[in-house]
Nanobody, 124 residues
Framework: QVQLVESGGGLVQAGGSLRLSCAAS????????MAWFRQAPGKEREFVAA????????AIAASLAGRFTISRDNAKNTVYLQMNSLKPEDTAVYYC?????????????????WGQGTQVTVSS
């Protein structure tokens, strides 16, 4: 049973930074791709970033490149999302997701496993 547990969310002022963590368990993830999505109130869930567990290659939503970075720690089975220069429009629930394929995907439907989400609130 794959389990994904997000942490690190909270309240931050605009311009600040947060690092989200996603602890993964239940499988060997070397052949997985991991991703972060987010859902703001009243909006659809959107792709944020993805990383191939084995290769470490990443993909970032174009609108977030330069501010957000995704990485993984193989030893800790943990994926991170570093968010800098946060804006009020980054306020959302952030979800960790996993797919049993080695290639990244920005499509929500390509991911089989999801965490419960962690709230990020950016105040102006």
């Amino acid at each position: 049973q794959v389990q994904l547990v997000e942490s690190g969310g909270g309240l931050v002022q605009a311009g600040g930074s947060l690092r989200l963590s996603c602890a993964a368990s239940g499988r060997t993830f070397s052949n997985y791709a991991m991703a972060w999505f987010r859902q703001a109130p009243g909006k659809e869930r959107e792709f944020v970033a993805a990383v191939r567990w084995s290769h470490g290659s990443t993909a970032i939503a174009a609108s977030l490149a330069g501010r957000f970075t995704i990485s993984r720690d193989n030893a800790k089975n943990t994926v991170y999302l570093q968010m800098n220069s946060l804006k009020p429009e980054d306020t959302a629930v952030y979800y960790c997701a996993a797919r049993p394929f080695t290639y990244n995907s920005p499509r929500e439907s390509d991911y089989d496993f999801w965490g419960q989400g962690t709230q990020v609130t950016v105040s102006s």
